[in-house]
DNA sequence: ATTCTTGTTTGATCTCGATCAATAAGCCGT
DNA sequence: ACGGCTTATTGATCGAGATCAAACAAGAAT
């Protein structure tokens, strides 16, 4: 039997990018090592990029080290666009991350000269304004168990519900993106297990495999 | 002495809705009691809305009835634009509230045809991202106190640093925009009160004044 | 004024998730 | 395979904020 697993991307990766700068557009690559910076808080923007293979978390951070992330990008997932003059978080590879990157300025021409890509722009705008705002209630008012669930389905969802899922993100990442401390995900994750609703595979505890989405989706209120 | 005090907006109110629709542009009024619906969520959008006077709050709920309250809305706001068929939260006057409205479909039109208010609706959706953003920062990572002092100057500076600032919401809905409950919000600005921060003018509640901005700056990391 | 309702504060106690701590399990390079 | 390092699990304890409860204050209606 063919067990799926996400090591592949699964989204085409051309789409988005190219449709918002125009195809004529030049698109370069470049590879970031796992953990390396892609731009930083502050920063001026200078390009917006898709993700070919890998993984990226943007956050931000309080003076004393709270972390929090807003989004993990996953290949075939834009970021980095800015309306602003400086970046509003860090992004940076969770692991070794092949990106396209385009300029910033060429994708703000095709907005000033009302260019086909100007819906589009503002589509992205807004699906990361909705995933922001359902995470706002997510950090607001759900429990930890509620929330790890809401995590694994959304991981499940954005990479096609895989047979077997491979995280690229530790324990810490998830925390930070879920306002938790790495034990209690820990601990969340070994509560759906003992239950019987995931199980990690083989003897990688980053592999897991959900096996009942639908008992998954009630806990997720 | 003259103490300036927010019961008059103090935005101008013209703006933004009619620069997005071009000046002439029909834009109607409508008054909304103290507490009424304005839209629901999963309702289909027809209208933007723009408030001349009062406030509303939109917010998400849970089935079991848990409530997250994305913003809060003041005279001269934006609220109700949406890219998809649905309202993504629900809409309420938190006081009687009066606005200009628009139908969503002839701001559609202008982005269409490339016109001028494109830009203005793309920095629309942008500031709105970015209040969601530095929310979740709240949200995951912030203690009680922080997020109490962190919306008191933000409401500050919404209403341009009034002497006494009047809150149109009640704690509740406090805490249900900043995660926590309504007791815990009263004992926050309890805690600030008895260090001399913040005073309650008179003898109602929701009028306060804001004694050592720079002190709650601190606090709020 | 008086009553009713709603909103706020304050206190007592509880609980969920954080913190502290130890162990175990992978991963990587040699 | 081995050792060194990072990541994850699990247990014990703590504490910030929730919950439960009561008293009090402020408007609004009569």
Redesign the pocket.
């Known amino acids: 039997m063919l067990v799926r697993i996400n090591t592949a991307p699964r989204k085409p990766v051309d789409g988005q990018l190219a449709v918002l700068a125009g195809e004529r557009m030049f698109c370069s690559e470049f590879r970031y090592r796992r953990g390396s910076e892609i731009f930083g808080e502050g920063e001026e923007p200078e390009y917006v990029y898709q993700i070919i293979s890998g993984a990226v978390r943007t956050y931000k951070l309080l003076p004393d080290g709270r972390r929090q992330i807003n989004a993990f990008h996953l290949p075939g997932d834009m970021f980095g666009f800015e309306n602003e003059t400086t970046h509003r978080f860090t992004a940076e590879a969770i692991v070794e991350t092949n990106v396209h990157l385009m300029r910033r300025t060429s994708i703000l021409e095709t907005v000033r000269y009302g260019g086909a890509g100007t819906k589009d722009l503002i589509r992205f705008v807004t699906q990361n304004l909705q995933h922001a705002e359902s995470h706002m209630l997510l950090l607001g008012r759900k ?3 509620e929330r790890v669930t809401a995590f694994l389905l959304e991981m499940d969802e954005r990479l096609q519900r895989p047979d077997v899922m491979i995280l690229p993100m ?3 990442d998830i925390a930070d993106y879920l ?9 969340a ?2 509560i759906l297990r003992d239950e019987g609703l995931l199980r ?1 595979d083989g ?4 592999r897991l495999e959900l096996v009942d989405r639908g008992a998954l989706a009630r806990i997720d209120a």
């Open positions: 429990t930890s168990l530790n324990r810490r306002g938790l401390t790495l034990e209690t995900v820990s601990r994750l070994s990690f003897n990688t505890q980053r």
